[in-house]
C-alpha cells in the first residue's frame, strides 16, 4: 500500500510550508480570518506562500466567508489552488462561486457533532470537489470552525465516507500517536493536521517526522 496522503495546516510562514512539503505533505492550509482558533496569517502572506509552493502540491484557503462574490474577491487575492470553506455553505452559493472561479477546488468542511454530520455530508458532496471532516462547533455563538485539536466519531466518518463518491480528507485531533488507527478507521483520501505537529504553536519537525513515518 501506498503512504496515506496528507495536508499540513496552520502554515505560519515560507520556512513551515517548505518544512511540510520536505516531510511529504501534498498539501498545506492557509488560514485567513476566523472568528476563534489558530493559523490565522494575512492575505498578504497566504498568497506570497501559494505563489512559492511546487506545483504538485496543493495550497488550501481556509476561509470562513459564506458569501460567493466575497470569498471569489478573497481568493483573487490569496491565489491557492483550492478554497476551504470551513462553514456550511448553500448548493447555490457554491454554483455560484464555482462560476466565478472556474479550475478551483472547492472543499467543504463538515463538522462531525453526531450522526447528523452524514446527511449534512451527503448533501455537501453533491456541490463539493472534496469533503473535509473536522470536529468545529459551528453552532457556538463564537463559532469553532477548526484547529480545535479534538477527535470526533469516526464511526460517523467512516458511514460518511462510504456514502459519497467524492475525496474525503480526515481531521481533528489527528497526531503521530493515533493517525495510524484513524486511518485504519476511516480509510479516507488524506489525513489533515494542524495542532498535532505543533509545539507552541510552531510546526515541530520531530512531531512531523513521526507523523508522515506513521502514515508510511
Keep these: 500500500m501506498s503512504p496515506t496522503r496528507f495536508k499540513v495546516c496552520c502554515i505560519g510562514g515560507p520556512d513551515e510550508a517548505s518544512l511540510a512539503i520536505r516531510y511529504g505533505a501534498s ?26 509552493t511546487p506545483p504538485a502540491v496543493s495550497t488550501f484557503l481556509l476561509t470562513s466567508l459564506t458569501d460567493p ?17 470551513v462553514d456550511r455553505m448553500e448548493a447555490s452559493a457554491c454554483e455560484e462561486l464555482r462560476a466565478a472561479r472556474p479550475g478551483v477546488r472547492l472543499v467543504q468542511v463538515v463538522h462531525v457533532t453526531g450522526p447528523a454530520a452524514l446527511g449534512e455530508a451527503v448533501e455537501a458532496a ?16 463564537v463559532k469553532e470552525l477548526g484547529g480545535t485539536g479534538r477527535v470526533h466519531d469516526w464511526a460517523v ?50 512531531k512531523l517526522a513521526r507523523f508522515a513515518a506513521a502514515l508510511a
Design 126 to 141: 453533491r456541490y463539493a470537489d472534496a469533503l473535509l471532516l473536522d470536529s468545529g462547533r459551528p453552532d457556538l455563538a
Design 69 to 85: 462574490a466575497a470569498i471569489a474577491e478573497q481568493h483573487r487575492r490569496c491565489a491557492t489552488t483550492a478554497i476551504q470553506l
Design 27 to 52: 498539501a498545506i492550509g492557509l488560514v485567513s480570518a476566523m472568528p476563534s482558533g489558530p493559523g490565522v496569517i494575512g492575505e498578504e502572506l497566504i498568497r506570497r506562500i501559494a505563489a512559492s
Design 157 to 206: 466518518s467512516r458511514a460518511i465516507r462510504e456514502a459519497v463518491e467524492i475525496p474525503v480528507f480526515l481531521a481533528g485531533g489527528l497526531g503521530p500517536r493515533n493517525v495510524a488507527e484513524a486511518v485504519r478507521a476511516v480509510e479516507p483520501y488524506a489525513v489533515d493536521v494542524c495542532s498535532g505537529v505543533r509545539t507552541g504553536g510552531r510546526l515541530d519537525e520531530d
